[in-house]
Structure formats: C-alpha cells, structure tokens
C-alpha cells in the first residue's frame, strides 16, 4: 500500500468538532487539537492554524457546516496550507464535500495516524499490521472517491468489456486484506509458540504499556539495557521489543515494550495489531507508565486503562509507574501498586522491581520438594511446567529446588519441605 509521503513537508489547518451528540472520546477539544498538532509535526507537517467549531449536531453533509468550512477555505487561502486535517472521524461523503468547499485534500485524525505508523513500522511484522490497517481503512472509502467511474456502465461509448475500475480496486484489495490476514495468522502462531515455551520454562512476562510518549523505551532502556531508540515523538515504537530482566536473584522475567496507545485510536489499527497486542493478554504483569508531567495525564490515564481492559487477561495485576518524577510535575498521590520513577536517571527503579517480585511471587512459588522416587516421572513433569533450580537424589528420595505456579504448587504441596 502507497504510503502518504506527499504529507512530508507539508502545511495543514486543523479543524475540531464538538457537539452535545459526542462522548467525550469523540468530541474535539483545545487539547485535542494540540495533540492532532503533535501528530501532524511526528509526520514530518507544519500546522498552519486551527479552527474549534461548537455546534448542537454535525452537518450530515460537510460536517461542520457550509459556514464553517467558508471559514477554513480562508484560512487555507490566507496561510497557503496544503490540506485541512479534521481531529474527529469522518464518512467518506463528508471528506469528499469538505474537499469540495475547502479546495485542498481533506485527511481526518486515523488517516493522519496510520501515516505515521506507515513512516515508523520497520519490521516486516509492523509493516504488515500497518498495510492491513491501511486497506481495511480506505476500502469503504473506495466508493466515494471512485464513484464517478462507477457510473459509466451504460450509455453510447461507455459499455466496457468488463468489470468497472472500482469494481477492480475493489476485488484487488479485499484479496490483499486476506492475504495479509493470512500471513498475520501465521504470526500468530509463531508467538503462540514462542509463548508456549515460555510458560514451559515458567518464565513470566511483564508488559509496559501506556499513552504514546510517556517513556516506555527509556524505560525498557534503563532496567534492561536494550539500547533501542527512545525518541520524544509520538508512536516512535511499533514493532515490540523482548528483553530478559533480573528482577533479582529469585526472579527473572521478559519484560516488553509495546506500541503507544492513544486517544481516538483507529479500530482498524487495533484489529491489525492484534498480533502485537495480543501479547497484553497472556502477559503476567503490566506496567501502565504514565508521565508525570503530562498536562492531560489523568485524561490519558483514563484513554489506557480503557484499552487495557479490552485487550488484557482477566485479573492480570497493574502497576502504575509514573516517569519523568525528576522534573517538576503535579503531585502524584501514594497508592497501592503505584511508584515514581525517572526512567532517564534511574531514580525509582529499585521499587519498581521489588513491586514486579512482589506481584509476581504472587503468584510463583519457590519451594524446595522431596518426592518419592516412586514419582520419578514428576521430574519431566517440572523440566517442562515449572523452573527447575536444582535437583539431587538422596537416600530417602528426589530433592528438587523449584519455582511453580500456582496449580503444580497446589498438586505438590505435601512433598513441599521448604517454602
């Protein structure tokens, strides 16, 4: 899928709506707008102005009103910006009047995020997730840019031999969007492996998650050592990072970096990065970082825990971990399962891996067994479903030093002689 390189460079009006119809995930606002100018300057845009429009209901039609769009038009002229980039969502019908009354290319906040991600992805896994967004985005808006070809079906000099331009464009990308659900399948599957051996070596995952630009590389960076780019720009990580951690002598574990979340996330960016996401849903523990300087932050908090309860494990614990702790930021209230950090000094990492040992012994059990040799076959059994610490066979049986979950420490606990 062509990616919108012409965006580069280029200089953009951008508009908002509120209405009494919208939920607050929908409406537009200042900050919103000053979020959409961030997006704009991530895909390498200049914002040219911005128009706030209140009104009790969306035009059907143009969306903010033929008024309104006058007024962009204007201010498009006036500054000699390039496109209007609309921070709500819009129907293909309404992109296609807007272009008509504002004169210039019309983009609405999904389009201008799947650019970005279409810039950032650089994994072939990434690049798939993106490309499929891309098609399940534009498809239904096929229609409209299209239609005009779609009526030449009949009259003097118009029969064709065939099918339709669109009607090509159309068979072309759903085949696309099969093939690339195809290959994301299989994706899948090598991460369902990959799982699987991980919860044979009972090795428990902790994943970070939180609104785009709070940190998560850098803190990644910091407790791992990773070395991956850790930029102040929005969605700079996409394709997820794996690192093992040493929490401490008794614990180790992967911990991930995970794709940014933010307001008014495409669906369609959500549905195809499943097979990143999805990773949230197996994972043991996450780590909701949040920056503390952040202006919006209770907001943003509020946009991630709302993804997170869509997209994680039932009961799976949360920490939340506020970055950015060594500059001035508001207050941040003591709580259970909560700490301060600096990701970029080190400051409160301690206290972040005691918490994470905390949550996950939890849940993990390191005890040392004396089975029977009668249960010799209970050995593979360990190798396989628990991590094996040490073993040695002595006179009255097999001593075995382990960390089990839960349902092996609950089949065992008689043979348990050190907890």
Known sequence: METNEQVLCEKAVLVGLNTDLFTKEEAATAQT????????????GECAGKILQNRHTPDPHSFIGEGKAEEVRALVE????????????????QIRALEELTGV??????ALILDIFAQRAKTREGKLQVELAQYQYYLPRLTIWNEE?????????????GETQLETDKR?????????????AE???VRAVQRERREKNAVPVVALVGYTNAGKSTLLNS?????IPANNRLFDTLD????????SDTCQVLLSDTVGFIAKLPHNLIEAFKATLEELEYADLLVHVIDAQDPEREAHIEVVNRLIAQLAGENVPVIECYNKCDAPHEEVTKGENRVCVSARTGAGTAELLALIERLLGKRLHRVRLLLPYAMGGMVDTLHTQAKVLSISYEADGIAVAAVLDAALYGKLRQYIIEN
Not at 240 to 247: E, F
């Open 187 to 189: 994706v899948r599957k």
């Open 172 to 184: 072309h990308i759903r085949a696309r969007i099969t093939k690339l659900k195809s290959e994301l």
């Open 78 to 93: 006036e500054t000699g910006a390039d496109m209007a980039i609309f921070d709500n969502a819009l129907s293909p019908s």
């Open 33 to 44: 707008l000053d979020e959409l100018e961030a997006l704009l300057q991530t895909a390498g």
């Open 105 to 110: 290319k019309v983009l609405d906040r999904s």
């Open 240 to 247: 997820t990072t794996t690192r093992q951690l040493t929490v």
């Open 149 to 161: 070809m779609g009526r030449l079906g009949g009259g003097i000099g118009t029969r064709g031999p």
């Open 223 to 227: 407790l791992t050592g990773a070395g």
